[in-house]
């Protein structure tokens, strides 16, 4: 059996670059992240799955995967609440299971992966920054000593390149929620703005007494400022309120 091709550090990290300017949030990343980890460490005659767990408050999923092979490789040791990755995760230590059908640390999860065709797995933590979370890279192979030294700690190097590429991309989608949440914002800044105008114009009061009615009648109807003020615009033919952005 050949050894993978493993990619150079500096190619590694511009691959993590390039999947997070190819992908459109932080999932899309993690699946991409999967696939490309998957095939990476795959060589002729030895196909690699792979899945990411993230573990928070004791609970475990697999937020991606490189195809359904892996999620169910994942689920596998969810059911049991114990095994190589989820012990990477807990204790965040590298895992490595070079033989199954030759260790014994989890005799019924190793019966069970072993008759769904899996050999040898190896699971590398990911630093994440949240204390309260934590997240491993899952590899699995149908092959006994699928992963020598050399993979181990290029594996090792290459989650390390992942997960600050997975720090940037869950930091680029809070930045991107707080524009939306801006946005939203300032919107509603604008309609209430003009409801207030409409109601000042009509009653010939002050832009406080103005903004006192619209709030009475927001939490007379137990709605949004803005719907009740976006309701006043629409009644003066002003129709659907917009903010442009540049």
Aim: hydrophobic share 40%.
């Amino acid at each position: 059996m050949e050894d993978p091709q493993l990619a150079e550090p500096s190619t590694v990290v511009a691959d993590i670059q390039d999947l997070l300017l190819d992908t459109p949030d932080v999932e899309a990343f993690l699946e991409e992240l999967a696939r490309h980890s998957a095939a990476l460490f795959s060589s002729p005659g030895n196909e690699v799955y792979c899945g990411i767990t993230l573990m928070r408050h004791r609970s475990a999923g697999t937020v991606a995967s490189s195809g359904e092979r892996a999620r169910m490789l994942d689920e596998l040791q969810y059911n049991f609440n114990d095994g190589p990755c989820l012990r990477a995760c807990r204790e965040i230590t590298q895992v490595h299971i070079p033989d199954f059908d030759k260790d014994n640390t989890w005799p019924e999860y190793n019966k069970l992966v072993t008759e769904n065709g899996i050999r040898s797995v190896l699971a590398v933590p990911f630093p994440l920054s949240d204390e309260a979370a934590r997240a491993g890279l899952n590899l699995y192979s149908e092959h006994p000593n699928a992963f020598d030294q050399a993979a181990v700690q290029r594996a090792n190097d290459y989650v390390e390149q992942a997960s600050k590429g997975m720090r940037l991309a869950v930091l680029i989608a809070q930045h991107s929620q707080t524009a939306a949440n801006l946005r939203a914002a300032m919107e509603s800044r604008t309609v209430i703005d003009i409801a207030t105008g409409i109601i000042i114009a009509q009653n010939r009061c002050t832009q406080e007494e103005a903004i006192e009615l619209i709030k009475k009648a927001s939490s007379n109807r137990n709605v949004k400022l803005r719907v009740v003020a976006q309701a006043i615009v629409e009644s003066a033919g002003g129709g659907q309120i917009q903010t442009v952005f540049k």
